[in-house]
């Protein structure tokens, strides 16, 4: 065999040095792929809590324990990933550092139904979570460390991140261990929660940038966004599975089986017309935005499964809510994603366009009519395919004539002579 392999054969100790951000054909690795298999538990724990507590009728309290746990899964992620894109070195460091937040991963996916479960209660119980958030830090702090001793060019980002890690796991640690009432272990949250966002913040805008690589970055979020949306199958499948064990195979079965798997594709769909890796790489100051706007992306998605799941249990009875509130279940969520979608779409590429704020307007008056027609007493199978119809709407506009406005607008920004490069 002849030919040359680019890449060390050997995972020895590699110099934690920032990696070059225009780094051709730059994709997500193995050991990033592995990584986010936990998070396929993680997500799979949050939305089985979240729909047991909306078929119990108990919903503000669910939707509250939910928004606690998806926060803490997604920032875990989140705060690996962006670490990666710049200084992965893929050596035995990085892979046992790894190891160890994907066992906090694990951890923390426990603690999920303590969380739910104390919430409603009255109490905030994020003991075992916090465990895991443990794990996950000493893992993450360490590849930190590694790179304040290694890195002189970014010594002083690096430290900044380990203080902003520390200090929030502090709090965190004390918060898991005082058992608080609800309301104020949430107004203990509060200062927590400004130390783990605005950490990074400061660290990029004060000091030395981090060298992420824009296109892995809009690769690697892109692929979370797939697992998230296998929460929608999974949902799907759990709904056919209720609808076959108290009617058989029937027609609607089939319909529900087609409408919950394209909804998934429609919205996978919809995700893949923002162009992410072309525009973070001509505006990095814009990434900010568009990562922490992805902590709602992943929520909805994860919230549209366990809806799905929701109209799977009303189906089997062990659900006893309105017409109205299963179908508010999914659709909700869906809404919510849309608007994300969108939001974010318009503020990476920096324009609001009237032709996609028709289209999403449009596809909101879909999703309040499906809630409408389930409470007017439409089948399953029905008020679910106007769901699938919303997105459908915009995949329509997008490819007949909402792509033309998007290249033109994409033409104006990569110009040469494009003001605002970096903003």
Do not use: K
């Not at 906090?104 to 969380?115: A, M, Q, R, T, W």
């Not at 690096?158 to 918060?175: E, K, N, P």
Request: charged residues 10%; negative net charge.
């Amino acid at each position: 065999m002849t030919g040359s392999v680019s890449a060390p054969l050997h995972h020895r100790l590699r110099p934690a040095v920032g990696r070059d951000p225009d780094e051709s054909h730059r994709a997500a690795s193995p050991l990033e792929l592995l990584y986010d298999l936990t998070f396929v538990i993680a997500f799979g724990a949050t939305s089985v809590q979240l729909a047991h507590t909306i078929a119990m009728g108990h919903t503000a309290s669910g939707l509250l324990a939910f928004a606690f746990a998806t926060f803490a899964v997604s920032w875990a992620w989140i705060n690996y990933s962006w670490w990666a894109s710049a200084f992965d070195t893929d050596d035995w460091f990085v892979r046992l550092m790894t190891l160890v937040q994907m066992v906090g991963v694990l951890i923390l996916s426990l603690g999920v139904p303590e969380v739910f479960a104390g919430i409603e209660e009255g109490r905030l119980e994020p003991g075992v979570v916090v465990l895991g958030y443990v794990v996950m830090r000493l893992g993450m702090l360490a590849l930190w460390i590694r790179v304040a001793v290694q890195d002189r060019v970014h010594r002083r980002t690096a430290l900044t991140f380990i203080v902003s890690l520390a200090l929030a796991q502090c709090g965190w640690i004390a918060l898991g261990l005082g058992h608080p009432p609800l309301v104020a272990g949430l107004l203990a949250a509060v200062p927590l929660y400004l130390i783990e966002t605005a950490g990074p913040i400061v660290a990029e805008r004060r000091f030395t940038s981090t060298p992420w690589h824009p296109h892995h970055i809009a690769e690697r979020y892109s692929l979370l966004t797939i697992i998230t949306l296998g929460e929608v199958i999974l949902g799907t499948a759990s709904t056919i599975s209720a609808i076959v064990q108290e009617s058989g195979w029937t027609v609607d079965a089939g319909i529900v089986g087609f409408a919950g798997t394209a909804l998934a594709f429609a919205l996978w769909w919809t995700y893949y017309m923002m162009p992410s890796g072309v525009l973070l790489a001509r505006f990095r100051g814009r990434g900010f935005v568009w990562g922490y706007g992805h902590l709602v992306v992943f929520g909805a998605l994860v919230a549209t499964g366990a809806g799905l799941d929701v109209a799977a249990m009303a189906t089997e009875g062990e659900a006893q809510l309105s017409a109205l509130a299963i179908a508010s279940a999914v659709a909700i969520p869906v809404i919510v994603l849309l608007l994300a979608f969108f939001a974010l779409y318009s503020l990476l590429i920096g324009t609001f366009d009237p032709f996609h704020v028709v289209l999403i307007v449009g596809a909101v008056a879909i999703l309040g009519t499906s809630m409408f027609v389930a409470s007017a007493g439409a089948p399953l199978a029905v008020w679910l395919s106007l769901v699938v119809a919303a997105p459908v709407v915009v995949i329509v506009g997008y490819e007949t004539i909402g792509h033309r406005h998007q290249a033109a607008r994409l033409a104006l920004l990569l110009a040469d002579d494009a003001p605002g490069a970096g903003a």
